[in-house]
């Protein structure tokens, strides 16, 4: 039987899959609706970059180091792709944005798998 903690924390990882997904979607139809030259990209893919570093150094119980590891790994490179956006050519934008989704959805499915395994 699943307690409410771990219900809400496979709810969240589904979550991570689904918006994957959408931006999987929006990277291979090419329906890309931001400005990623603006100020406003660079200091969210920074920010996601130093979130994943502090997910990664962050001290958590024995039993949690797997998880915390896959956070701050899909983190660090979410932000490195989005880092990445910025700077390509136009037309890398929609497989870079795609490469981005499948960080998420991996990073989901991969954290429900940890979430769900017996202890």
């Keep these: 039987m699943l307690t409410p903690q771990q219900v809400l924390r496979i709810t969240i990882e589904i979550i991570f899959v689904l918006l994957g997904g959408l931006v999987v979607w929006l990277g291979l ?35 949690s180091r797997t998880e915390q590891w896959t956070r701050g790994l899909s983190l660090t490179l979410l932000g490195a792709v989005m880092l990445a956006i910025s700077r390509v050519p136009f037309q890398w934008v929609g497989p870079l944005l795609a490469f981005a989704g499948l960080v998420l959805i991996i990073r989901g499915l991969i954290g429900a798998a940890l979430i769900l395994r017996p202890r």
């Design 29 to 63: 139809s090419g329906h890309i609706l931001f400005d990623r030259r603006k100020p406003g990209w660079l200091v969210l893919s920074l920010a996601v970059i130093f979130w994943g570093l502090r997910a990664l150094y962050k001290p958590v119980q024995w039993w």
